[in-house]
């Protein structure tokens, strides 16, 4: 089950949000993922989640006195006063018999509930691991699958070499930080570095520098290298009529295949696959527009 600790996300936001530890230090249960999104469990009063984290700000810090038991038998997870108010003392109280974590912030409480919301999203996303080498190119998160062996680590130094950048060699973890959007990163232990067969482990950034990785990229295209088996045909069609899709998470994302063999030079079509993706995105499909051109041509020889 994904869950945060209190203790953990009152320290990685004690700065950025001026949290102050008021009462219930004993307390610190986890906040977890459950049937509800990460987003649904963070806001102003919200009775109907015992796992969710409160946030009064000073309109609510006015009424709430009214209701501090109350508020405090639905178990949330934490309680944070903003808007720079005082804790009413009998939610001090209450938190403190209760042992439920009772914070204060300076800051508004619509923002209190905006970074907490996101912060949750991020460490609460479902997630996985895939094998491959995942690339900014031209903006673009590229994911480079295919069997070992096909040349995908080569393929990304290659795109390196040509000003792309390298977010993750081998190993890449994924994340669903939207309804639709997923975000790829590297593990910590393999980053900067990139294996590449006969020359062994290579650090990115201390060859091609500070501009050669990056940290991390939402992963819009999947490019799949196939290498055909003996006395086979092609394993791409060569006119692909119709779109290819992988899906990852329950986000479905567009897949290319790029047939490999001898003499192919793999990075100017993975920048080509790339640049048609931006295109398709702005509204512009090649594949479109010349059967739309065929067609023309076909009426018109008709008449």
Partial sequence: MLQVNVARLHEDNREALSLAWVAGREGGTAVRREAAAAAALIGHLNLTHP???????????????????????????????????????????????????????????????????????????????????????????????????????????????????????????????????????????LKDFIEVRGLGVLNIRTIFGETAVRRKMKLRLVAHLARPAPGSRDPAERLPLAAIAEEILGVTVRKVIIPVAAGRNLAVLVEAAVRNEILKLRGIDSMAEFLARQTQAIHKGDK
Avoid at 97 to 114: D, G, M
Avoid at 138 to 158: A, D
Wanted: hydrophobic share 45%; with cysteine.
């Fill in 51 to 189: 796992n969710s984290i409160q946030v009064i700000g000073a309109f609510e810090a006015g009424i709430v006195g009214g209701f501090v038991e109350r508020l405090l038998e639905s178990h949330p997870a934490a309680v944070i006063v903003a808007d720079g108010v005082a804790p009413p003392p009998a939610l001090v109280e209450s938190a403190t018999r209760t042992r439920t974590p009772l914070f204060t912030s300076p800051l508004p409480a619509p923002k209190v509930i905006e970074k907490l919301a996101r912060y949750l999203a991020k460490l609460l996303a479902e997630s996985t691991e895939l094998h491959g080498v995942f690339m900014d190119v031209l903006g673009l998160g590229v994911l480079i699958t295919g069997e070992s062996g096909v040349g995908k680590s080569e393929l990304g130094l290659e795109l390196i070499s040509r000003g792309h950048g390298l977010v993750a060699d081998d190993v890449v973890e994924v994340s669903r930080i939207g309804e639709a959007v997923l975000e790829g990163r590297c593990p910590p232990l």
